[in-house]
């Protein structure tokens, strides 16, 4: 089992920044597969970031790339997500999950998921 709660989110003007953060506890993340997914209001979660922990290795969608930095700190077992260049179509609840084996952007396909941190970018 793998516990994972998300925090850095809150209103920024486009153009800005912000970082957020997962924290996971339970079982060791290096035997697993984090993502960070979205969802505005009426929409379909959607992948955006995705890191395999073992080797740090990175992909993102291609609406963030560019942007958007997934990073890792093993010894605090969390995840990060740096986001720049901010605009309102960024803005949702952002998501961070896990998964033993699954890498790809299936929201569905992950098994361990956060809470949620709620991202807004005013124009």
């Known amino acids: 089992q793998v516990q994972l709660v998300e925090s850095g989110g809150g209103l920024v003007q486009a153009g800005g920044s912000l970082r957020l953060s997962c924290a996971a506890s339970?079982?060791?993340?290096?035997?697993?597969?984090m993502g960070w997914f979205r969802q505005a209001p009426g929409k379909e979660r959607e992948f955006v970031a995705g890191m395999r922990w073992s080797d740090g290795s990175t992909y993102y969608t291609d609406s963030v790339k560019g942007r958007f930095t997934m990073s890792r700190d093993n010894a605090k077992n969390t995840a990060y997500l740096q986001m720049n260049s901010l605009n309102a179509e960024d803005t949702a609840v952002y998501y961070c999950a896990a998964d033993l084996n699954y890498i790809g952007s299936v929201w569905r396909e992950y098994d361990y998921w956060g809470q949620g941190t709620q991202v807004t970018v005013s124009s």
């Open positions: 339970g079982r060791t993340l290096r035997m697993y597969v």
